[in-house]
């Protein structure tokens, strides 16, 4: 390597970033953030790890598996745990397949009501996976804490930094952390192999049921905590507001963080503007539908005529674990009648999930200054052949 | 006592139900289903007891506390564990406020699309209570049943029986009965007394965040078992579907039992069709909001001009237990300014819960055929002074 090279990547903290799959669709390139192409999301019930959307807030540390430790800190108590990779990986395993769902989901239909601040998502930065790891609550035990202590909070550090030296940081509720129920895991291995890089080697927290910004990659410190994080990603972002709330009126203390997320759907095939050869005079409709918290997809409605007729979609793939460890998305798909002569139709779909919540209608009511949360039905329009 | 009366009393058997407030106003008289008036409702936290909505199935039973007593049976073991009230009074007390819906609260809105069938009730079938009794874990534990036990299904039958005998029944989920997490009691105080006969003297079970109609009164049996309870209220009613389902089409299998319900909110003062004197340019909006499952809600929004701007409503009376917990209703308030010379405004309310579940806008895209559910947003048409 010439010293050309090397200044070069020096002054590029994003340059020893891994490589991609091309057929990724980028939201932004440093960070890298980028989703699947929808008809591809919809063709397996598991996201293949190559294909899995991936959501980088700073570069993609370098993480030397032998060296690796894991901190966890218990506040109030002096003395820190520390687990090698070896070490965490001698505790019981525990696997669990669980949707992991950016935050900013479909952010890119909000924007059409008015502009929002964030990476223009499609409706595929989500993906499914089967996670093998140790059950937080095991290593928190470890530590001298079960679930029936009186912590509120759990914290996770990454070993992602910014230009300033500070690390990615989220926490989520300890009954979530330390909870059988609540299923959250280190994981070191993602359908089956390592964790690639891009989604947290060698380790990441997986909060099945919770927004994507608290399963927190290239894990390096747990804290249990009184406190939430303090981190800019859990105080001043990945919040929601009221449609009325501006840039100026904005007060971050007054939202609490996302965590579990609403029910939401998507039509993944066929896709906004498309051709679409009519068969016996139906189209064929897919999709995906999701909802936080474990709850299940109990039903998808599709309408070709707004509402006036709906059609109860297929479940074509589904967990079978139930409510509220239901952490896997459902694939489903319609086929749906048309008129003869009709040239275009829009399709919408909504979800209903175990709690019987459904999507809100339209983005209108909904819109938030970050463009998060944007789970109203989701609209495409097509061309008919 | 003459004759006549015993023959009048043998031939009704809602003879011998108890005397009512005559401030509650009936959605049917036999069986005796009626709600609070709205504005009454919303005026404290806790609804007192000769307020609070009744919802009854069938005649209301005597029950002599002296000869009562709790079975519970448990799938599979041929010993059933009997409590009488005294010694089920003997175990650890627990107490909760808990909110209590039906899931038919607010269906007159959802008939107004096309007709449903069910009582027609307004927007106060609802309301808060504080429920004092012992855990259902506990006595579960008494008959040898924990939570790790693989059952899925805890059944209530209450004492209350239709014509050919058949008693009132409904089940809830294991993890949801066992959990201590669930907070399911046995109860027999409401607001700090002997629970009124029409609320289920002596003992009702109360699942906090979960439908009323899985909250039996006058419980006579528990039976923890592999499968839900095969009553007509479990199978056959209380479950959702689509609006294309009709009574020709509906299969009550392929929807599940309605359990924790979703988010709702509703004004309850001013009331439709009200004229309202305007203070200072400002009109004055009160009402409640609620989400099952213990979520609590994070922010009501209310509009006067069907979205084009909404008011965050202050959140005034709200308990301080967290999610996944929260079983209280939050009752909320907004002082809202109207255009000089504006003759009606036509009032919108939505809330969001924890999970950031949100209400759906309109009842057309949520209609059912059986009136449940029906969470859209309310809104209320008042004239201005
Ligand atoms: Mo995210
Ligand atoms: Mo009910």
Redesign the interface.
């Known amino acids: 390597e010439d010293a050309g090279k090397l200044t070069e990547n020096m002054s590029d903290p994003y340059s020893t970033d891994p490589k991609r799959h091309p057929v990724l669709h980028p939201a932004s390139v440093k960070p890298f953030n980028a989703e699947t192409p929808p008809f591809l999301l919809v063709q397996q019930f598991i996201t293949p790890n190559e294909l899995f959307y991936v959501r980088n807030h700073l570069p993609v540390p370098k993480v030397d598996p032998e060296t690796y430790e894991l901190e966890i800190e218990i506040e109030g108590k002096n003395k820190t745990l520390s687990l090698t990779l070896d070490e965490l990986k001698k505790l019981p395993r525990h696997t669990i397949t669980a949707t992991i769902m950016c935050a900013g989901n479909r952010r890119s239909e909000m924007t059409k009501v008015k502009p929002v601040k964030g990476l223009s998502w499609g409706a595929a930065a989500v993906g499914n996976a089967t996670w093998t790891g140790v059950r937080l609550r095991d290593v928190l035990a470890l530590a001298g804490v079960d679930e029936d202590a009186a912590f509120?909070h759990v914290q996770f550090e990454g070993l992602d930094f910014d230009p300033t030296g500070k690390t990615y940081g989220a926490s989520i509720?300890f009954?979530k952390a330390a909870?059988k129920?609540g299923d959250v895991i280190l994981a070191f291995e993602m359908n089956g192999v390592p964790i690639p890089r891009d989604h947290g080697f060698p380790v990441r927290v997986i909060v099945p049921g919770t927004v994507g910004a608290r399963n927190v990659k290239w894990l390096a410190r747990i804290i249990v905590s009184e406190k939430e994080s303090d981190s800019h990603w859990q105080q001043n972002d990945y919040k929601?507001f009221?449609?009325?709330?501006d840039w100026d009126t904005v007060d971050f203390t007054k939202?609490?963080a996302?965590?579990?997320?609403?029910?939401i759907s998507a039509i993944c095939q066929p896709s906004e503007g498309q051709t679409v050869q009519t068969d016996d005079g139906h189209i064929l409709v897919k999709g995906y539908a999701w909802s936080?918290?474990g709850q299940k997809i109990?039903?998808v409605?599709v309408t070709l005529d707004e509402?006036d007729?709906?059609?109860?979609a297929n479940l074509d793939h589904q967990d079978t674990a139930?409510?509220?460890q239901h952490w896997s998305w459902t694939l489903w798909s319609a086929r749906i009648p048309v008129k003869p002569g009709t040239k275009t139709v829009q399709i919408w779909a909504?979800a209903?999930d175990?709690?019987?919540?459904?999507?809100?209608?339209?983005f209108?009511?909904?819109w938030n200054l970050r463009g998060v949360?944007s789970n109203a039905y989701h609209r495409v329009t097509v061309k008919l052949q």
């Not at 996302?258 to 029910?263: F, S, T």
């Not at 007729?309 to 109860?312: A, I, K, L, N, S």
């Not at 175990?354 to 209608?361: A, F, G, K, M, R």
């Open positions: 509120k509720p009954w909870s129920r929601g009221s449609p009325s709330t939202s609490p996302i965590q579990e997320l609403p029910v936080g918290g109990v039903r409605d509402g007729t709906w059609h109860v139930e409510p509220p909504k209903v175990s709690c019987y919540n459904t999507q809100p209608e339209s209108k009511n909904i949360l």
